[in-house]
């Protein structure tokens, strides 16, 4: 029954799949009335729970899934999946009959650099007894991503051993584009500001020691070697506060994007 594929205190983790009954398919009791043509025809109980359930699965905006413990009761995992609804192919690029056949179900396809945190934060939660919370990766075959959030926790036996992991899934990636945008936006602000202040501060050193070298240079007591030097560093101080200034500008220009990872110069056209 697909109800009893979604009880804690069900021992049996074999593959379950959704029901295909519908009102309209269910057969009276025996002994009781026929009903008139055409009219629906009330589900018994149990049925009337699983079409309930299954209802309600299918309008969530998420997958939910059930694991079970291939390692029960020596060790946790692998994990292979005994229930999934219909989402959880859309989220891990795969058809729910792939999912259902890998002893790792969609966490195989977790992103490499995901993988160590979400394992050992997955272990610490079932010993603990604590619901399991992670946003991580999910490589699709084509190479593509999905960021997922998932909530889960696991499933014991009496004596406290680890039966399997049920949760709930679901696609955040739109969400994490946002959060990334907004993120390198307070960024280029903050480095906006800081190119600014550093100009103030550096342009006031620099006119500082414009105003002194040029002083020096108009002074007809000083030997003209020096006078031509300090003439020099005169012009070297203002061409240097010319340069900061275009640097500090190119920098906080909003015309050029700097690329992904601060790698690349690509000016919008």
Known sequence: MFIDALRETESDFGPVSLPSTSFSQVSPAAGTAPHA?????????????????????????????????????????????????????????????????????????????????????????????????????????????????EESRGVYDTDGHILGIQGFLADVTERRKTEAERSGEARMAG???????????LRNVLAVTCGYAEMLAGDGTLPEAQRRRASRAAASAHEAAQIIRQLVDVATSEEIDWGAHGHTLRVRG
């Open 37 to 149: 043509p055409h009219a629906p025809v009330a589900p018994s109980a149990p049925a009337a729970d699983e079409q309930l359930l299954r209802a309600l699965i299918d309008i969530l905006p998420g997958a939910v899934y059930r694991a079970r413990n291939a390692g029960f009761p020596d060790r946790l995992g692998p994990w292979p999946l005994v229930f999934a609804s219909p989402q959880t192919a859309d989220l891990a690029g795969r058809t729910s009959e792939d999912l259902l056949h890998d002893t790792e179900g969609f966490r195989r396809l977790i992103h490499p650099h995901d993988a160590e945190a979400y394992w050992s934060g997955l272990e610490e939660c079932l010993v603990a007894g604590t619901p399991f919370r992670a946003s991580f990766r999910l490589v699709h075959p084509d190479g593509s991503e999905r960021w997922v959030w």
């Open 191 to 201: 480095v906006r500001v800081a190119a600014r202040t550093f100009e103030h501060e």
